[in-house]
């Protein structure tokens, strides 16, 4: 079984300033992926970033960023510039498994909420 | 402009009725996923299917069904024999090639009376 943690229910940042939103996982599985979404206060989830267990570099979108460190198990995001629009909640979560038995069925962190202020 | 709706946005119902949730996409993925989320918490696994006419459940299946007769839809139907059904439901598809990243829907609001 799959495991997600976020341990900070909710972070602030000034405008402008970088943020770093941890996650922490935990998983038997060799091969897994991990993701983050946002969703604002309207509700939808919006996908951000995605990084394999076997990637060797870390991910990039934009101004996302996922710092993953395999051997602690962790993959924080780090959104730099940080803009108002940022604030919402954000969810970490992973699928994990060989030959595809998980694709899709995601485990998902409590989340954290992300306040920007002006 | 491709995507994933979900309809009602809000739904009301009375205690022991049966209401169901729609949810439709024109992205031409295999898969599809019912999630629920309770408030401050992250989302749980209902119900998911693979293919047309496969379904399996989830983490939280009981008081729950679902079908899928057509690749664009996947309704959920949420029985009287949940007994906490107030949550925000998530529909999200994924196309079975690309590991795991799910396109979700704008969500359902259910609030039983």
């Known amino acids: 079984a799959q495991k997600i943690t976020q341990t900070q229910p909710g972070m602030f940042v000034q405008e402008k300033e970088a943020v770093t939103l941890d996650c922490t996982y935990d998983t038997s599985d060799q091969s897994y992926g991990l993701f983050w979404y946002k969703q604002p206060s309207s509700g939808e989830m919006i996908f951000l970033i995605y990084q394999g267990s076997y990637d060797e570099q870390n991910a990039t979108e934009g101004r996302y960023s996922l710092n993953f460190q395999k051997a602690r198990k962790s993959a924080n995001l780090v959104i730099s510039a940080s803009q108002l629009g940022d604030s919402a909640m954000y969810f970490c979560?992973?699928?994990?498994?060989?030959?595809?038995?998980?694709?899709?069925?995601?485990?998902f962190g409590q989340g954290t909420i992300l306040t920007v202020h002006p | 402009d491709g995507g994933i709706t979900q309809s009602p946005k809000y739904l009301f119902r009375k205690e022991g009725q049966n209401v169901t949730l729609s949810c439709e996409q024109n992205?031409?993925?295999?898969?599809m996923y019912w999630y629920r989320q309770d408030p401050g918490q992250g989302l749980r696994l209902i119900y998911y299917?693979?293919?047309?006419?496969?379904?399996q459940k989830g983490d939280i299946a009981e008081g729950y069904s679902v079908s899928r007769e057509k690749k664009e839809s996947f309704p959920l139907t949420v029985t009287s024999a949940q007994k906490n059904p107030t949550a925000f439901y998530l529909c999200?598809?994924?196309?079975?090639?690309?590991?795991?990243?799910?396109?979700f829907g704008e969500g359902s609001r259910l609030t039983v009376l």
């Open positions: 299917s693979q293919i047309v006419n496969d379904f």
């Open positions: 979560a992973m699928w994990g498994g060989a030959g595809g038995t998980s694709y899709g069925k995601l485990t």
């Open positions: 992205l031409n993925h295999d898969a």
């Open positions: 999200a598809s994924s196309a079975t090639q690309l590991a795991g990243e799910l396109f």
